[in-house]
């Protein structure tokens, strides 16, 4: 059967008015064959159209991939649910005295009617935030885990084997990492006491090998995590104390999140809502949806545009700070110019030779630092003519001496000057002057 059968074309009188309607019907036609053909596609070929790609799936997943297994089972949960998520947080937010109270906050929501994985987040309030803060994101990493559940538990691994060889994956005092049949586990040495981290996924995970697809780096709340660590490493909040608030957990091998029933049933007491349904694996809940659309072609480009302009800015960032290192080694030291190497500094004097070590007594011959050197076996008469002339920056110090017979001729007296200051207070005896006095008058 096909949709465009044998027309036989009329001529009549006027000729080219009748092909012209005769096409406009066969357009039409065309319409409402292609229209059919499209309703009749095969739900497979839309979901195939919304599936995620391996590259997709680390960059949505490269925030949370570091979380201890039990926290991001329940995590990943939860982000099926994001309009819960949305309620979840604003409870928090207006019961403030149940942050970090672990079993006793999620207790407190056990009536409300939101999925119990949802309701186990209230334990850890820095994960709540995080998933309220970025609805886009939030929404994307639960309909992939919806859809893709094993292609997702495979992203994690990968995420965490790209950390582990970056030297930014290994145990310490808040978590113990494990290594089994190619699985990496992240456990917590405590049971009853967990840390969530917080880090920067383009940092510990090494050099990414998605360009198109960069890792999504969501920034943690305030008010969690101190400390320089999310510069270079991993940082870690306060620990929340828990017993029964986590109760999911992965199985690798089977690609599926188990249920611990015992941890369940002591936490969630009056509102199980049949949630085990199916046994001890989790399975979606429509019902929790609400109103949120599944496979949001929008807000999966929102979620890309962000990714890809969050590495845009960090780019530019790292080479304005590469320019300014350059250029700050490239700048020559104010104590070393290029070419200088050798030469004196114009604005230095000269070093002065070397003179004998006068002891205790160093300077008191020595009034100006700049006066050459004066033979001291002369210095009580010097000749007439042959003395040198102080400048008047190091002039000596006055030092009373008998009259020369060898003085010049006498010029006017110093009280036709102005009295140089300071003044002898006496003068030798006879009203001599001492020698050299018009002289420094001059």
């Known amino acids: 059967m096909t949709c465009f059968p044998q027309v036989a074309v009329a001529a009549d009188a006027q000729g080219v008015p009748a092909r012209r309607g005769l096409l406009r019907r066969i357009a039409a036609f065309a319409v409402v064959c292609f229209a059919l053909a499209g309703l009749a596609a ?16 680390e960059q949505l997943l490269a925030p949370i991939a570091l979380y201890p297994d039990s926290v991001l089972a329940q ?7 994001p309009a819960e998520i949305g309620l979840a947080a604003d409870w928090l937010r207006r019961n403030p005295t149940f942050k970090d109270k672990g079993d006793a906050a999620v207790r407190a929501v056990d009536n409300q009617p939101w999925d119990p994985s949802v309701r186990s987040l209230v ?23 919806i859809d893709q559940r094993p292609d997702v538990m495979s992203a994690v691994q990968a995420l965490r084997l790209k950390a582990q060889l970056a030297g930014n994956l290994q145990s310490n005092d808040k978590l113990t990492v494990v290594s089994e049949d190619r699985t990496i586990l992240i456990q917590t040495p405590s049971p009853q006491v967990v ?4 880090y920067n996924p ?7 090998p998605y360009p198109t697809y960069p890792p999504i780096y969501l920034p943690p709340p305030p008010g969690y995590y101190v400390g320089t660590a999310l510069a270079s490493g991993i940082a870690f909040g306060v620990g929340i104390a828990v017993t029964n608030a986590i109760w999911g957990g992965f199985n690798w091998g089977g690609n599926d999140v188990n249920i611990n029933v015992n941890n369940f049933n002591s936490i969630h007491v009056n ?14 809940d429509a019902s929790h949806r609400r109103d949120v659309p599944r496979n949001d072609r929008a807000s999966r480009d929102r979620v890309q545009k962000s990714a ?25 030291g104010a104590a070393q110019r290029p070419g200088s190497a050798g030469r004196p500094d114009p604005q230095r004097p000269a070093p002065r030779p070397a003179v004998p070590d006068r002891g205790a007594f160093e300077g008191l011959e020595r009034p100006g630092q700049d006066r050459p050197a004066i033979d001291r076996s002369q210095a009580a008469r010097p000749q007439p ?36 200051a300071p003044r002898p207070a006496a003068r030798p005896a006879g009203g001599g002057r001492p020698p050299g006095a018009a002289r420094h008058a001059r």
């Open 195 to 198: 840390y969530v981290p917080s």
């Open 42 to 57: 095969p739900a497979g070929d839309l979901r195939a159209q919304t599936r995620y790609t391996q590259p997709e799936l």
């Open 202 to 208: 383009t940092v510990v995970y090494g050099a990414w």
């Open 123 to 145: 334990a850890f309030p820095q994960v709540l935030d995080l998933l309220d803060a970025n609805p886009d994101w939030t929404q994307q990493v639960g309909d992939a885990f």
């Open 385 to 420: 003519g042959a003395r040198p002339v102080p400048s008047p920056a190091a002039r000596p110090a006055p030092r009373p001496t008998a009259p020369t017979a060898a003085r010049p001729a006498p010029r006017p007296a110093p009280a036709a000057r102005p009295a140089p």
């Open 75 to 81: 995590v990943l949960m939860a982000s099926a649910y």
């Open 271 to 284: 509102n199980k809502q049949n949630y085990l349904r199916t046994g001890n694996t989790w399975e979606y």
């Open 308 to 332: 890809v302009a969050a590495r845009d800015r960090n780019d530019l960032v790292a080479q304005e700070r590469d320019r300014q290192q350059a250029s700050t080694r490239d700048r020559p």
